[in-house]
Nanobody
């Protein structure tokens, strides 16, 4: 059975960096779509980034102006997915979730497109 475990969240100052890690067991990050979502209280979970086959296909949700700040990547040997977050802003504060969809990534991904979820890791950015 697939299991996704996030780590690397915590507190950071605005302008700082954090690197989130998603470790997958019983499931290949290489041959399936992997993604990062985030959620703030009272709002829906929204996609931040997705990756498929080591970067053959990637998506970054620029609603958060993340294209110049966040990098999604994966390590096939470790079966892990990462979200490198740079130039953090207070509005990046959220619970971040790792998720996976069997097979390829859809063009405009949403929460309903994903089959497996981690428990989440909190990211708090102070000004």
């Amino acid at each position: 059975q697939a299991q996704l475990v996030e780590s690397g969240g915590g507190s950071a100052q605005a302008g700082g960096s954090l690197r989130l890690t998603c470790a997958a067991t019983g499931y290949s990050v290489t041959t399936n779509c992997m993604g990062w979502f985030r959620q703030v209280p009272g709002k829906e979970r929204e996609v931040v980034a997705t990756i498929y086959r080591g970067g053959f296909n990637m998506y970054l949700n620029d609603s958060y102006s993340v294209k110049d700040r966040f990098i999604i990547s994966e390590d096939n040997a470790k079966n892990e997915v990462y979200l490198q977050m740079n130039s953090l802003k207070p509005e990046d504060t959220a619970m971040y979730y790792c998720a996976s969809r069997r097979g390829y990534c859809v063009t405009i991904p949403g929460e309903a497109d994903f089959h497996y979820w981690g428990q989440g890791t909190q990211v708090t950015v102070s000004s």
